[in-house]
């Protein structure tokens, strides 16, 4: 065929007959040594908070004409400082691409970070000023969403008056993004929350009011538990409640007769009482 460049169109139907399209392009060059790269695009991925780096990647570049060295070189635009790039010389030769320590600072972004290293032929090779690109992508996410609570098991006990302070419960997102709280529920009704969120941001915990009741219970040990069921999981938080029996009052003895002279002083310092709680 005669050089130049060609385009054309390529169609991909899937099973349900939805159809997609691309436009490619076949260039031709005149016959003569020119560089070839194994690869014109390098995509590196990392998680904010990550410790350590991507694995490096490398690129070949050989000459067309094996019988003939090519001298290139090799640049980055713009300067990326999480970047490191080596190579150049003469073909073949590998351009290593790595991405450094300095990417774990990079924040997480919904649009790729890009850096494109420029391959160029230099004189005297026949393609001295062919000019070619690698595109090299760093995609940085953020973590999941990760569901956290601070209390380990709510234990609740009734006073004397029946009274049950509340107690906090503290959901916190230990990831990154949104965790979506879907319910908060408990398992048995002298359980009640209150403040549940919609959703909690990472660093931002969100603090619940949770309280018992004793009513229509009898005395004893009750266990229940809370659920959370959020996007990132399920969390069970156990919660007992202690009801003590009524206390009874019992003085003993339950009755004692004192002897003194007329004139004297009221009461007895050899008499004595004894008071004990039962239940």
């Known amino acids: 065929s005669a050089a130049g460049t060609f ?31 194994s690869q014109s ?104 969403p990760q569901i956290a609570t601070r209390a380990n098991v709510l234990a609740y006990q009734a006073a004397a008056n029946g009274e049950i302070a509340p107690q906090s419960l503290e959901i916190r997102n230990s990831g990154g993004g949104s965790l979506i709280i879907n319910s908060v529920s408990a398992l ?16 931002t915990p969100a603090t619940l009011s949770v309280t018992a009741s004793a009513a229509g219970l009898g005395a004893g040990y009750y266990r229940s538990a809370i659920l959370i069921d959020s996007s990132a999981g399920q969390v069970t938080v156990p919660a007992t409640l202690l009801i003590p029996a009524n206390a009874t009052m019992i003085l003993g003895p339950t009755g004692t007769q004192f002897q003194t002279a007329a004139g004297s002083p009221p009461g007895s310092v050899n008499g004595s009482f004894s008071l004990t709680s039962a239940g």
């Open 7 to 37: 385009p054309f169109t390529i169609t991909v139907t899937d099973s349900e007959g939805n159809t997609a399209s691309a436009a490619v392009s076949l260039a031709i060059n005149p016959a003569s040594a020119d560089l070839i790269l």
């Open 188 to 203: 048995d009704s002298w359980i009640s929350i209150a403040g549940i969120p919609a959703s909690i941001s990472a660093g």
């Open 41 to 144: 695009t390098q995509v590196f991925s990392l998680t904010a908070g990550a410790t350590g780096t991507p694995s490096p990647a490398s690129i070949t570049v050989r000459s067309s004409d094996v019988q003939q060295l090519l001298h290139h070189s090799v640049s980055v635009t713009p300067a990326s400082p999480w970047l490191d790039v080596t190579g150049g010389g003469t073909t073949p030769s590998v351009i290593a691409l790595s991405v450094n320590s300095a990417a774990l600072n990079v924040p997480a972004s919904s649009q790729p970070y890009n850096a494109t290293v420029k391959v160029s032929c230099n004189a005297p090779s026949p393609c001295a000023g062919n000019i070619y690109s690698i595109n090299v992508v760093l995609s940085v996410s953020a973590p999941p």
